[in-house]
């Protein structure tokens, strides 16, 4: 199994806006990556995408004589991985009318691509039940508590090198780090799930963790922070305040006091000081999420949904996010009130458009601001991006 590739079916546009800068397999969950994860349960293979055009320049797609394909969409677990090993040639492995797996040789796939049809193949059908899957916003949140578990697994498997800290406070499910974390003065919580913490990773004195918990490396909690289970820091981001089940990815700041929970965050994103989302309606009813594939708010079956916003954008000191809003990419929030719930890409206050070059350059100073650098072709794909929102930020802009 040594070329595999990742493919992004039409349910990347129901993970929009996380997916417009990345394939589905860039989405963080758990610990590490989707693509990661396989990565981990592949070592020796090759690994490529197959993803939205726009996406392409930046992950191109590798075809070999012999190939697997996997929906990108999919989580491991042994069930699905003892299924991909004794995959045959030109077989596929589908659950109802989902394709998550086919072994296709290079005329087929060449078939695939130029005609969007498989033929000749055999199908293997399995249950969706067995199908670890994320093919909406808020089941990235449903799995991350259980994506941390199994993320820890994986690499402990691997042979990666996390160390069982034995001073803890209470539970039973333990504390891992790597690079010595100093946890001096924090308090740590097992009950309900490990806390892990990766190398260079920093967790200042009077902090509160209670697992399932992941800190990326190099990201930083700072002091008297309060974060609750099913929530992922991801690598080099910043928080502070209160956390609960949330999702930040890499790179973004919560660095002051507000409450953030059940949350996605995406990468180079800001929130000012006192930045809250509500997450639960005052009626306790059912919360409604704006999907990009329908352009319409869809019931998400969660009484408790909170604030699911794009990369490099970014809000005011203040902000009280009202729960199931969606933020595009590059939007800058700044209202006196309760913003929309639903906030296009690239937008700069309440409804007007942001400058492209003006969104590119803050982004530039948001990766100055971690000491990094935006890398090539990112500006690029921003542009692109900027042009495929137009038409629904048109509807919203006045």
């Known amino acids: 199994m040594d070329n595999i590739i990742l493919f992004d079916s039409e349910i990347r546009n129901h993970l929009l806006p996380f997916t417009f800068l990345r394939p589905v397999s860039e989405l963080r969950i758990g610990m590490m990556t989707i693509r990661e994860k396989w990565q981990m349960e592949f070592p020796t293979a090759r690994f490529s995408h197959i993803t939205a055009e726009h996406l392409e320049p930046q992950y191109p797609i590798f075809i070999a004589e012999d190939n697997i394909l996997i929906n990108s969409a999919m989580l491991p677990n042994d069930h699905v991985v003892a299924l991909l090993k004794d995959l045959g040639l030109n077989q596929a492995i589908l659950s109802g009318d989902e394709l998550l797996a086919a072994r296709l040789d290079k005329s087929q796939f060449d078939r695939l691509i130029g005609q969007n049809e498989l033929d000749e193949l055999e199908g293997v059908l399995i249950a969706s039940d067995q199908i670890p899957f994320v093919s909406r916003l808020w089941q990235l949140l449903d799995r991350n508590s259980e994506e941390i578990s199994n993320d820890l697994v994986r690499y402990q498997k691997s042979g990666h090198a996390f160390v069982e800290y034995a001073d803890r406070s209470r539970g039973s499910h333990g504390v891992y780090v790597q690079g010595g974390a100093d946890l001096t003065d924090v308090i740590l919580d097992t009950t309900y799930g490990p806390i892990v913490i990766a190398e260079e990773a920093t967790i200042l004195p009077g902090s509160m963790l209670s697992g399932p918990i992941s800190i990326g490396s190099g990201a930083r909690v700072k002091m008297g922070s309060m974060i609750y289970g099913g929530t992922t820091v991801g690598p080099h981001s910043m928080v502070a305040g209160e956390v609960k089940n949330s999702l930040i990815m890499a790179n973004s700041n919560k660095a002051h006091e507000g409450y953030l929970g059940d949350s996605v965050i995406g990468s180079w994103c800001n929130l000012g000081a006192l930045t809250s989302n509500s997450n639960l309606k005052n009626s306790f009813g059912e919360i409604k999420l704006w999907d990009y594939a329908t352009e319409a708010l869809e019931d998400t079956g969660l009484t408790k949904c909170g604030l699911f916003m794009g990369d490099y954008s970014r809000s005011?000191?203040?902000?009280?996010?009202?729960?199931?809003?969606?933020?595009?990419?590059?939007?800058?929030?700044?209202?006196?009130?309760?913003?929309?719930?639903?906030?296009?890409?690239?937008?700069?206050?309440?409804?007007?458009?942001?400058?492209?070059?003006?969104?590119?350059?803050?982004?530039?100073?948001?990766?100055?601001?971690?000491?990094?650098t935006m890398v090539a072709g990112e500006a690029d794909l921003l542009n692109r991006v900027f042009d495929l929102t137009a038409a629904l930020r048109a509807k919203f802009v006045k």
């Open 316 to 372: 005011a000191i203040h902000t009280t996010f009202n729960s199931g809003t969606v933020v595009g990419i590059s939007s800058n929030v700044m209202t006196a009130g309760f913003p929309a719930k639903f906030i296009p890409s690239f937008i700069w206050g309440e409804n007007r458009m942001y400058d492209l070059p003006k969104a590119i350059k803050a982004g530039r100073s948001l990766h100055a601001f971690k000491n990094q």
